[in-house]
């Protein structure tokens, strides 16, 4: 289920139909349309809810906050309820590790870590994750709330770091890295983040929030270097862009708790990964040059 707004994109979804086509169905509607909620689940007997739906661009968040309010905390509140009213028994709430704001030079979040989020998207995700966690404690629902750091790999909508990156060096357009490039992410795998909420999912303990990482922590620039040098490419297509406002300058994930208690691990080598993902959007112009017509340049 899913609105299809800019970022959402059927085509996605081509493999699923081929592997899957009897056991999947898709619905066009908006997780803030409680109507449209309550007649899906009273017509299917969902097992369990997993809520990826969200407005996730930092940069969008800046500009217009409302968008993010409206599906991040007014869906998921609404998803929610209509889970709760219909006997839904598990709900994972997709979160990411941006809640807990930004670090310095050394420690890692921990699911401890207080909420300290910065831009109008975290914060709108931390309010979702404390909704959910509340419907835990009130209702007695069956809530795990995932919190993930950065992801990449296919079907990547191109406005995020990584396909920018690699669609803007593929043109030889200037590469636009915010600030001095100084920023820490930590990636991992897309598949090693729906491994995670599978397992989330079956074995998640109602209540509970679990971490996820790759134990990738690099620089943007170093990681735009990378890219650009696995193309080919020359490294004075970098441009220096005034910094994101409220830019978090890094992130690291602890997620032994969640390794322990989900018998989950990131299995994916970054670089190995980064490769075959910059041959997948080589690969696959196909797929992402409508996007980039459709939504505007980046
Ligand atoms: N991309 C990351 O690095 C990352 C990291 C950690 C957590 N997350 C979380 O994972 C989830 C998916 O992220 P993504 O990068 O795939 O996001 P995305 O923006 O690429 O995709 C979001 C999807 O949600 C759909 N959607 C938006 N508003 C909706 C609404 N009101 N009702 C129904 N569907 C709606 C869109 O059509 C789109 O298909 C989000 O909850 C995000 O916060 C992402």
Known sequence: MDALTYAGNLASLDGVVEEHGERYEFFKAD??????????????????????????????????????????VI?????????????????????????????????????KSPLDPSSPYSSSKAGADLLALAHHRTYGQEVVVTRCSNNYGPYQFPEKLIPLMIIKALRDEP???????????????????????????????????YNFGGGNEMLNLDLVKMILKQLGKPESLISFVKDRLGHDRRYAID???????????????????LETTIQWYIDNQTWWQPLLERAGRY
């Not at 969640?258 to 990964?273: H, I, S, T, V, Y």
Request: proline fraction near 3%.
């Open 255 to 273: 997620s032994s708790f969640a390794q322990k208690e989900l018998k989950w691990k990131p299995r994916k080598d970054f670089k190995e990964g």
């Open 175 to 209: 590469l636009p890295v915010y600030g001095d490039g100084m920023n820490v992410r930590d990636w991992i795998h897309v598949q090693d983040h729906c491994a995670a909420v599978v397992a989330a999912l079956f074995e998640g303990k109602p209540g509970a929030v």
């Open 75 to 111: 869906g998921t509140s609404v998803l929610l309820n209509s889970a709760r009213k219909h006997g839904v028994q598990r709900f994972v709430q997709i979160s990411t590790d941006e809640v807990y704001g930004s670090l310095g030079k050394t420690g890692k979040f921990t699911e």
């Open 31 to 72: 997780i803030a349309n409680a109507d449209a909620m309550d007649a899906l689940m009273l017509e299917h007997q969902f097992f369990a809810v997993v809520n990826f739906a969200a407005e996730s661009h930092v940069d969008r968040s800046i500009n217009s906050p409302e968008n993010f309010i409206h599906t991040n």
